[in-house]
């Protein structure tokens, strides 16, 4: 089963690829990778997963390695309380079990900025507006269990 870091990463080569076969942007193919592990360096910081949740929470209540194991303790009290305390300082945009700590317009115009500026596309054909809706139609239809 994937990590949903690597659902992320997918989110990010959904996005390249829509764009590509839209025929909005260009670029050498030899270069693909390279362009989706950029944005996937963008928008990770401002993008969490139910895996980020998780680890927050646990370190919030300074849980040990062998509590991970232990279903019964990520069931207490102590443990939904500090989740709850910490989904609080997540974004309020949740999508496909992903926590957008900017708003998915915003996610989608730090890409555009990147696609205007990087080295690796060679062209962009289309307006800011319409990369930026683009991508959020991307983000809001992506379904991770849909991949499989």
């Known amino acids: 089963m994937a990590t949903q870091r690597e659902t992320l990463r997918l989110l990010c080569k959904s996005i390249i690829t829509r764009l590509e076969n839209h025929k909005s942007i260009t ?11 950029e944005v996937m360096g963008l928008i990770g910081p401002f993008v969490l997963t139910d895996e980020d949740l998780r680890e927050r929470t646990l370190a ?26 910490v989904r609080s300082s997540f974004g309020h945009d949740e999508l496909n079990g992903f ?50």
């Open 27 to 37: 670029f050498p193919p030899r270069l693909r990778q390279i362009v989706q592990d």
């Open 60 to 85: 919030k209540v300074g849980a040990k390695a062998e509590m991970l194991q232990d279903s019964a303790f990520t069931d207490s009290e102590q443990y939904r309380a500090a989740k709850a305390v």
């Open 99 to 148: 926590y957008f700590q900017k708003s998915p317009k915003v996610v989608a115009q730090t890409i555009v900025q990147y696609l205007m500026r990087s080295s690796h596309i060679d062209d962009v054909f289309e307006s800011d507006e319409d990369l930026e809706h683009q991508i959020v139609e991307v983000v809001k239809k992506f379904n991770p269990a849909e991949l499989h």
